[in-house]
């Protein structure tokens, strides 16, 4: 679960600060009233009820943002993610898809599908949204580590994936994630195999 908070500040990071657009269904939302300035106001609120652990009043609060501005896209972003630590995961991947489709320029949500399908143990669909993430974002390394640590679960020290494992233990700004790297990788070079799991 510390992998699904680390992403989640990510998501706050990135996205507190969005506008909303999007490429919704124009004939459907054409008529619908939006509210940018409230959408944006309620998704801080959910983000900062999230960090504080109240998932519940975060939905609530990230539900009433998309109400206020159904094109908000970082309000259906933040949405997935906290249904997604609440085990919610049909309407996590239902978020976080309209997510992407509203930013098709932002990784963020793709990132977020992409531990979704790897908590769900769906691990093609998985590399292929985190592979999509890093494409937007190349570089990031909060999605090499998720690429990584995808590859480990599946027992894969192929040479793309030490040099992920060699990028996050010289420059992630997670402790935990560099000593996880560092650890990965002398099991891959003593030929163990490390479990994939974070501390």
């Known amino acids: ?6 992403f989640a500040v990510g998501v706050a990071c990135l996205l507190s600060a969005g506008g909303c657009a999007g490429l919704r269904t124009r004939a459907v939302l054409e008529n619908t009233a939006r509210d940018r300035a409230a959408a944006l106001r309620l998704n ?5 009820l999230a960090r504080d ?6 939905e609530r609060a990230l539900r009433r943002a998309i109400a206020a501005d159904p094109w908000c896209g ?5 949405l997935g993610v906290v ?3 609440q085990g919610k995961f049909y309407d996590a991947g239902w978020a976080l898809t309209h997510a992407s489709q509203l930013m098709p320029q932002a990784a963020q949500p793709r990132l977020n599908l992409g531990v979704l399908y790897e908590t769900a143990g769906k691990y093609a669909d ?38 992920w494992l060699e990028a996050i233990a010289v420059g992630d700004n997670n402790p935990e994630w560099r000593d996880w790297a560092g650890q990965q990788l002398i099991l891959a070079k003593s030929k163990h195999i490390g479990n994939g799991e974070l501390p």
């Open 44 to 48: 801080d609120e959910g983000l900062s």
């Open 74 to 78: 970082p309000a259906h972003s933040n």
């Open 53 to 58: 652990g109240h998932l519940e009043d975060a």
């Open 126 to 163: 998985a590399e292929d949204e985190l592979r999509s993430a890093l494409n937007l974002a190349p570089g990031d390394l909060e999605i090499v580590g998720h690429l990584a640590r995808l590859r480990v679960r599946q027992k894969d020290y192929s040479s793309e994936t030490l040099t």
């Open 83 to 85: 249904l997604l630590q």
């Open 1 to 6: 679960m510390r992998a699904a908070l680390r």
